[in-house]
């Protein structure tokens, strides 16, 4: 009895499905929305130039971002076999070196996106693409740090797209004040990337990753990442009194507030409560860097 090759040969091809699921779009909004608070606070309407504003976001999220998220499995596949067997690499729906192709295909293509934003667009690309790289491949793999990795990712998630954002529209150097509020929240971000990691703390043990909390402990990494998310909005909060905004400084001010009841929720049980942090506190914080902006923009940029 004969057998036909299709009744023996595995597919090559990874389901649009499974690769979809690789570039895992639920995080590309971080980035989107940094970058559309960058082309806020520039004091440039975004209606003069909807197309920067649009490849922008397009090249911050599903690009870049999706991107990072395919290098990242790739580089990530032994431990995501232990913490989640079932993603796409691990469990064969990418099969072969398809994770790694595709992860260096998108990165040609985030450069050649980033050369159509001008100068400091495509600068900040190439940042960007050699970031991923860093955080996830070795022998660098700045991952393995519970300081350098979530710090890395913080500064790629929030404040190269809102500096990206803001030169880009501003066709120059944004404005220092524009730099510091992003700085800000890109380092409140770490706090945030310092959550994240609870969902691999047994896979990053057994593999060496030195995340925080792995090296602190649920309980201790938990309040450093409350602390670390909300002393910059404090500074944030303080510069906008400074410079005449006690309105904009007020509604962050309550977004807080807000946190802050949700925080004590999460110290509670960091492990367990973490997802639910990231869904609620999260998205206050990211809006605070919207009023943020907004008050940039009334200062005219400055």
Request: with cysteine; aromatic share 8%.
């Amino acid at each position: 009895m004969s057998v036909s090759r299709s009744e023996h040969t595995a597919p090559d091809l990874p389901a649009p499905s499974a690769v979809l699921e690789l570039l895992k779009p639920i995080t590309w909004f971080p980035p989107m929305w940094a970058y559309l608070c960058g082309t806020v606070s520039s004091g440039i309407s975004p209606l003069a130039a909807p197309g920067l504003v649009l490849l922008g976001m397009v090249l911050a999220g599903p690009v870049v971002c999706g991107m990072s998220q395919a290098a990242n499995d790739w580089c990530d596949r032994g431990v995501d076999a232990i913490n989640e067997p079932g993603r796409p690499i691990p469990s064969g729906r990418v099969p072969g070196r398809w994770g790694l192709w595709i992860a260096l295909v998108m990165s040609a293509l985030s450069l050649a996106i980033g050369a159509l934003l001008g100068p400091w667009g495509f600068a900040a690309t190439v940042f960007g693409v050699l970031a991923a790289w860093a955080y996830s491949a070795p022998p660098i793999r700045l991952k393995r740090s519970g300081w350098w990795g979530p710090g890395l990712v913080g500064l790629c998630y929030e404040g190269l797209p809102w500096f990206t954002g803001a030169a880009v529209l501003s066709a120059g150097a944004p404005d220092p004040a524009i730099v510091l509020i992003a700085a800000l929240y890109a380092l409140g971000a770490h706090g945030i990337m310092t959550l994240n990691d609870f969902k691999a703390l047994d896979g990053d043990r057994q593999t060496g990753v030195r995340s925080l909390p792995v090296t602190l402990g649920p309980a201790r990494a938990a309040r450093v990442a409350c602390v670390v998310m909300a002393l910059p909005q404090i500074a944030a909060i303080g510069l906008l009194i400074r410079w005449g905004l006690p309105w904009h400084a007020l509604v962050i001010a309550a977004l807080l507030a807000l946190q802050v009841l949700a925080m004590r929720v999460l110290l509670r049980d960091p492990k367990a409560k973490a997802p639910w942090y990231n869904a609620t506190g999260v998205s206050l914080y990211v809006l605070g860097m919207m009023v943020a902006a907004v008050a940039l923009r009334s200062l005219g940029g400055a």
